[in-house]
């Protein structure tokens, strides 16, 4: 079946009519000897005679309309860097908008001009470089085509993230704003990129974001419902001579931390720590990656938001440790959003068996390999290895992973992967040491199929897990398949998880059942000038298992409204039904639970707003009322966030969910509330505090975290962090308390 499966895929996309772009935009690079000052200026006499490109259109909130401030570029380039020059037309009257002056901005916040990079022309992964007009850099890579959802784990069905602005380089720019434009100047090196050597041509493509006129506009044309990132749709950079092989590069990042805890709900009291660790990044080729790292510290990392469940499940929340993050594409990129083989916070994190509760599992050692063997073949490999933990009875886990990536046709690929997880280097003679044939291993194929312009895609896997004991239905197994024009999209998924499928570096919140969703949404795109686009969806979803048959569904129902300022509203009704499998208590208060087995039909209606985030005030709100399980629901939440461009930003959230269940079952209100100041003193120096109240956690947490950026890419952090108990927030009780610093230092050899 699963054969047949595929080959009806396959003949699908060969007989899918691929468009293509009447006529791909082009601009020509120079190679040049002369030395560039980064001033934001164009006062060099090659900028001057360098071919130029103009006449972007927007793709936001229409398509193909020209952009109503235009933009310009030009680029040049020598043995080592890559040079580009960009003008924008201004309005010198109007603010630009900017949340503050920290690297990595978020491009829906802030003005900016960007370049995507498809190196190797594959039309699958890229990278991106972007500048605001205060000279804030941006760097990420683009993965599984420049399309999918924007968050990992949110939005969309699939959840896969195609915009990794975690990883990082070093490059060089400068920006300056005049009367009427601004100017801006990158140079990235080329071994800090990786391309074919040889090439003359590179896939390109140049987007902008504009607050002063709310537009998104693009140098080469992208049509509405496609990402701004989209690589089947890029133009042509075409290099005077073909690049030879960049030099090797090799970058060192030693690291020294300290902590100091002091805690009143486990021992020891107090604590305190201090650690050096090295990571090292390695470019064997023009292709291809090692990464290692040495007792790294995440100190730095910034904490999860605290997010009130109602569910039966667990939630997912998304990897923000660099080390990881940088290429998660290759290693985590598999699977659907509720079987997942690879979900790398798995790592470091391991069950207490004194306690039951999950510890940190400090992590000794990793390295990973990833990138291009040649034109078509991808690899990665990765492997952790874990400390134990003699009091917490947590023996030393290695992790491994390798996966290939086969590219086939145009724009599509096969995959296959084997994951590894084993104890190793344990005394056998104490009682938490595993024995080496107790492993949990994972291993599964994969196949994403779509045609040249992106508007039919497919994926096609099956996943094994293996332990030492064989057990039945031990799978994952799935197939989506979705088609896209301007006025409509449809979609379908289907997935299966096996009782006993058990990856445990993995995230599957649910077992034994079979997933169906078809969806349809259609997109009326009147000529109006507030209101760009409205129309309604369907989207309906089930699960089902072989012995109790249906045991959930919902059927959405939504209308959907974009507007020219960039603000989204969403009014939605939801008709479900759940058959319980197990005991379960809606209100998470220890009260009497609903029976297992019982079945409970009910509707509830939501709706979602949110106003651009280019303004200077901005606001998301949520809301939901009707029936939830045998009772009712009213929930109401937001986030409002106030800017002082460009040195301030302000947000304040909060969610409140009012839960009401006929006797003998518990009432509960959850209400959760989160404030974020961040605070810009300069480019190089930011002060940020979180703070958080969630009373089904019973925790107010606090962060606060001060960073100096006294080298590009070199860090000194401070972090400081309260956990109290939320009972009587007017009358804290300590949790637990801690403080932490760590320096980190780029070096490039």
Same mark, same amino acid.
């Given at each position: 079946?699963?054969?047949?499966?595929?080959?009806?895929?396959?003949?699908?996309?060969?007989?899918?009519?691929?468009?293509?772009?009447?006529?791909?935009?082009?601009?020509?690079?120079?190679?040049?000897?002369?030395?560039?000052?980064?001033?934001?200026?164009?006062?060099?006499?090659?900028?001057?005679?360098?071919?130029?490109?103009?006449?972007?259109?927007?793709?936001?909130?229409?398509?193909?309309?020209?952009?109503?401030?235009?933009?310009?570029?030009?680029?040049?380039?020598?043995?080592?860097?890559?040079?580009?020059?960009?003008?924008?037309?201004?309005?010198?009257?109007?603010?630009?908008?900017?949340?503050?002056?920290?690297?990595?901005?978020?491009?829906?916040?802030?003005?900016?001009?960007?370049?995507?990079?498809?190196?190797?022309?594959?039309?699958?992964?890229?990278?991106?470089?972007?500048?605001?007009?205060?000279?804030?850099?941006?760097?990420?890579?683009?993965?599984?085509?420049?399309?999918?959802?924007?968050?990992?784990?949110?939005?969309?069905?699939?959840?896969?993230?195609?915009?990794?602005?975690?990883?990082?380089?070093?490059?060089?720019?400068?920006?300056? !704003?005049?009367?009427?434009?601004?100017?801006?100047?990158?140079?990235?090196?080329?071994?800090?990129?990786?391309?074919?050597?040889?090439?003359?041509?590179?896939?390109?493509?140049?987007?902008?974001?504009?607050?002063?006129?709310?537009?998104?506009?693009?140098?080469?044309?992208?049509?509405?419902?496609?990402?701004?990132?989209?690589?089947?749709?890029?133009?042509?950079?075409?290099?005077?001579?073909?690049?030879?092989?960049?030099?090797?590069?090799?970058?060192?990042?030693?690291?020294?931390?300290?902590?100091?805890?002091?805690?009143?709900?486990?021992?020891?009291?107090?604590?305190?720590?201090?650690?050096?660790?090295?990571?090292?990044?390695?470019?064997?080729?023009?292709?291809?990656?090692?990464?290692?790292?040495?007792?790294?510290?995440?100190?730095?990392?910034?904490?999860?938001?605290?997010?009130?469940?109602?569910?039966?499940?667990?939630?997912?929340?998304?990897?923000?440790?660099?080390?990881?993050?940088?290429?998660?594409?290759?290693?985590?990129?598999?699977?659907?959003?509720?079987?997942?083989?690879?979900?790398?916070?798995?790592?470091?994190?391991?069950?207490?068996?004194?306690?039951?509760?999950?510890?940190?599992?400090?992590?000794?050692?990793?390295?990973?390999?990833?990138?291009?063997?040649?034109?078509?073949?991808? !690899?990665?490999?990765?492997?952790?290895?874990?400390?134990?933990?003699?009091?917490?009875?947590?023996?030393?886990?290695?992790?491994?992973?390798?996966?290939?990536?086969?590219?086939?046709?145009?724009?599509?690929?096969?995959?296959?992967?084997?994951?590894?997880?084993?104890?190793?280097?344990?005394?056998?003679?104490?009682?938490?040491?595993?024995?080496?044939?107790?492993?949990?291993?994972?291993?599964?194929?994969?196949?994403?199929?779509?045609?040249?312009?992106?508007?039919?895609?497919?994926?096609?896997?099956?996943?094994?897990?293996?332990?030492?004991?064989?057990?039945?239905?031990?799978?994952?197994?799935?197939?989506?398949?979705?088609?896209?024009?301007?006025?409509?999209?449809?979609? !379908?998924?289907?997935?299966?998880?096996?009782? #006993?499928?058990?990856?445990?570096?993995?995230?599957?919140?649910?077992?034994?059942?079979?997933?169906?969703?078809?969806?349809?949404?259609?997109?009326?795109?009147?000529?109006?000038?507030?209101?760009?686009?409205?129309?309604?969806? !369907?989207?309906?979803?089930?699960?089902?298992?072989?012995?109790?048959?249906?045991?959930?569904?919902?059927?959405?129902?939504?209308?959907? @409204?974009?507007?020219?300022?960039?603000?989204?509203?969403?009014?939605?009704?939801?008709?479900?039904?759940?058959?319980?499998?197990?005991?379960?208590?809606?209100?998470?208060?220890?009260?009497?639970?609903?029976?297992? /087995?019982?079945?409970?039909?009910?509707?509830?209606?939501? /709706?979602?707003?949110?106003?651009?985030?280019?303004?200077?005030?901005?606001?998301?709100?949520?809301?939901?009322?009707?029936?939830?399980?045998?009772?009712?629901?009213?929930?109401?939440?937001?986030?409002?966030?106030?800017?002082?461009?460009?040195?301030?930003?302000?947000?304040?959230?909060?969610?409140?969910?009012?839960?009401?269940?006929?006797?003998?079952?518990?009432?509960?209100?959850?209400?959760?509330?989160?404030?974020?100041? #961040?605070?810009?003193?300069?480019?190089?120096?930011?002060?940020?505090?979180?703070?958080?109240?969630?009373?089904?956690?019973?925790?107010?947490?606090?962060?606060?975290?001060?960073?100096?950026?006294?080298?590009?890419?070199?860090?000194?952090?401070?972090?400081?962090?309260?956990?109290?108990?939320?009972?009587?927030?007017?009358?804290?009780?300590?949790?637990?308390?801690?403080?932490? @610093?760590?320096?980190?230092?780029?070096?490039?050899?």
């Amino acid at each position: 079946m699963k054969i047949k499966l595929s080959i009806l895929f396959i003949l699908l996309l060969s007989n899918f009519h691929a468009f293509s772009q009447e006529q791909k935009r082009k601009i020509f690079a120079k190679k040049i000897s002369q030395e560039i000052v980064l001033d934001g200026e164009m006062n060099e006499e090659f900028w001057k005679n360098a071919e130029s490109s103009k006449g972007y259109v927007q793709y936001s909130p229409r398509d193909s309309v020209p952009a109503e401030l235009d933009t310009e570029f030009r680029v040049a380039y020598d043995d080592k860097f890559l040079y580009i020059l960009a003008k924008m037309e201004d309005i010198s009257s109007k603010k630009f908008i900017l949340g503050d002056l920290k690297r990595d901005f978020f491009g829906g916040s802030t003005d900016y001009i960007s370049f995507t990079f498809d190196t190797f022309q594959d039309e699958t992964n890229g990278y991106n470089f972007g500048l605001s007009p205060y000279n804030i850099q941006r760097e990420a890579l683009l993965s599984n085509g420049g399309e999918g959802n924007f968050s990992s784990g949110g939005g969309s069905r699939g959840g896969i993230s195609w915009f990794n602005i975690n990883w990082n380089t070093k490059w060089y720019s400068g920006a300056k !704003v005049y009367d009427g434009y601004w100017i801006t100047e990158f140079k990235i090196p080329f071994n800090s990129i990786r391309y074919k050597a040889g090439t003359k041509i590179w896939n390109l493509n140049s987007h902008r974001g504009n607050s002063k006129v709310d537009e998104g506009s693009i140098w080469s044309p992208i049509p509405l419902g496609f990402s701004p990132g989209n690589l089947s749709m890029t133009g042509e950079l075409e290099f005077e001579f073909p690049l030879e092989k960049s030099s090797q590069s090799m970058v060192l990042i030693p690291y020294l931390s300290g902590s100091g805890i002091r805690n009143k709900v486990a021992e020891p009291a107090r604590d305190s720590d201090i650690d050096v660790g090295l990571d090292m990044k390695l470019a064997l080729s023009s292709s291809l990656n090692l990464d290692v790292t040495i007792n790294p510290d995440f100190s730095q990392v910034e904490v999860d938001e605290q997010r009130t469940n109602l569910t039966r499940f667990e939630l997912f929340l998304p990897e923000k440790r660099e080390f990881f993050t940088d290429n998660a594409d290759l290693f985590s990129n598999l699977g659907s959003r509720e079987a997942r083989p690879m979900f790398s916070r798995r790592i470091g994190i391991a069950r207490d068996t004194t306690t039951s509760q999950y510890v940190q599992n400090p992590i000794i050692f990793g390295a990973k390999l990833s990138g291009k063997v040649n034109e078509g073949l991808r !690899v990665g490999l990765l492997n952790m290895q874990t400390a134990k933990l003699s009091s917490s009875g947590v023996p030393s886990y290695n992790y491994g992973m390798a996966v290939v990536e086969k590219n086939i046709l145009k724009n599509s690929k096969i995959s296959s992967f084997l994951i590894n997880k084993q104890s190793l280097f344990n005394d056998k003679s104490v009682e938490y040491a595993h024995d080496l044939s107790n492993f949990n291993r994972v291993f599964g194929f994969e196949s994403k199929l779509q045609t040249n312009n992106t508007k039919f895609k497919s994926q096609l896997y099956y996943h094994q897990s293996v332990e030492n004991e064989d057990v039945n239905g031990a799978n994952s197994y799935g197939a989506n398949a979705s088609y896209e024009e301007r006025n409509f999209e449809t979609n !379908v998924y289907f997935y299966g998880v096996g009782e #006993n499928f058990n990856p445990e570096v993995g995230f599957v919140p649910r077992k034994d059942y079979v997933f169906l969703s078809p969806s349809f949404q259609y997109k009326f795109l009147p000529e109006n000038i507030s209101l760009v686009q409205h129309g309604p969806g !369907v989207d309906y979803e089930f699960y089902r298992n072989k012995i109790n048959g249906i045991t959930d569904y919902d059927i959405d129902i939504d209308y959907n @409204f974009r507007f020219r300022s960039q603000a989204y509203l969403v009014l939605k009704t939801n008709i479900l039904y759940t058959k319980l499998l197990d005991d379960f208590d809606p209100s998470r208060s220890d009260g009497v639970p609903l029976d297992a /087995f019982s079945e409970y039909n009910y509707v509830n209606h939501t /709706f979602y707003l949110r106003t651009s985030e280019r303004k200077i005030f901005s606001v998301r709100l949520n809301g939901k009322v009707g029936e939830f399980f045998n009772g009712k629901i009213k929930n109401i939440g937001g986030t409002f966030t106030y800017k002082f461009p460009p040195f301030l930003n302000l947000s304040l959230g909060s969610q409140y969910n009012d839960l009401d269940f006929p006797a003998p079952y518990s009432s509960a209100n959850f209400f959760s509330l989160n404030s974020k100041i #961040n605070v810009s003193f300069s480019k190089d120096l930011f002060f940020s505090t979180y703070l958080q109240y969630n009373n089904q956690f019973d925790n107010i947490n606090l962060n606060a975290r001060f960073q100096w950026r006294f080298q590009p890419l070199s860090d000194i952090f401070l972090v400081y962090t309260d956990n109290y108990y939320a009972e009587n927030p007017l009358f804290l009780n300590l949790k637990n308390r801690s403080f932490a @610093f760590k320096i980190n230092y780029w070096i490039n050899i």
